[in-house]
T-cell receptor, first 112, second 117 residues
Framework: AQTVTQSQPEMSVQEAETVTLSCTYD???????LFWYKQPPSRQMILVIR??????QNATENRFSVNFQKAAKSFSLKISDSQLGDTAMYFC?????????FGKGTKLSVIP | DTGVSQDPRHKITKRGQNVTFRCDPI?????LYWYRQTLGQGPEFLTY????????KSRLLSDRFSAERPKGSFSTLEIQRTEQGDSAMYLC???????????????FGPGTRLTVL
């Protein structure tokens, strides 16, 4: 069974600063996808960034980037130039074919 | 089309009652998923459909739960004889699987928050 662990229940960051959210996972699969989803308060979950396990290059989407360490089964999210709108729950997730397996989430607060 | 929609957004019911939730996926999306999210947890997979066929059910989906997707469009999730432990956010997501592609992004709806008293 796949498991996803997010060890930071809550984090805060000053506006315009950089923050890194941690995620580790456990699987015996070789082909899989990793995701970071954002769930703002009372709003629906949206995909922030994804990483294919077969790709060595770390994914980047504007201010969001990941550090994917396949051997260590680590997948951290770096948010640069944090904005107030980044305040949300962030979930790390794992997928093989159809099912997403989520971590418990990290509540990120961006402080003005 | 503005995305995945779910109805109702909130439902309060008494223990023992039956409830039904509806999910309307993004048009043309052939896959539809149901997840449950309890307080302080990430979403947990319940079941998914490809077109009208229900292809997988989680062990979380007890026999009090039933999901349908008639005609491969909208889906309903029914919970019979609700229990307090059923209180959660029920999320629906949809995706479009193309050919033999391994990846298809899941787009989530706003969820239905169920409170069982």
């Amino acid at each position: 069974a796949q498991t996803v662990t997010q060890s930071q229940p809550e984090m805060s960051v000053q506006e315009a600063e950089t923050v890194t959210l941690s995620c580790t996972y456990d699987t015996s699969e070789n082909n899989y996808y990793l995701f970071w989803y954002k769930q703002p308060p009372s709003r629906q979950m949206i995909l922030v960034i994804r990483q294919e396990a077969y790709k060595q290059q770390n994914a980047t989407e504007n201010r969001f980037s990941v550090n994917f360490q396949k051997a260590a089964k680590s997948f951290s999210l770096k948010i640069s130039d944090s904005q107030l709108g980044d305040t949300a729950m962030y979930f790390c997730a794992f997928m093989t074919s159809y099912q997403l397996t989520f971590g418990k989430g990290t509540k990120l607060s961006v402080i003005p | 089309d503005t995305g995945v929609s779910q109805d109702p957004r909130h439902k309060i019911t008494k223990r023992g009652q039956n409830v039904t939730f509806r999910c309307d996926p993004i048009s043309e999306h052939n896959r539809l998923y149901w997840y449950r999210q309890t307080l302080g947890q990430g979403p947990e997979f319940l079941t998914y459909f490809q077109n009208e066929a229900q292809l997988e059910k989680s062990r979380l989906l007890s026999d009090r739960f039933s999901a349908e997707r008639p005609k491969g469009s909208f889906s309903t999730l029914e919970i019979q004889r609700t229990e307090q432990g059923d209180s959660a956010m029920y999320l629906c997501a949809s995706s479009f699987l193309v050919g033999l592609a391994n990846f298809n992004e899941q787009f989530f709806g706003p969820g239905t928050r169920l409170t069982v008293l």
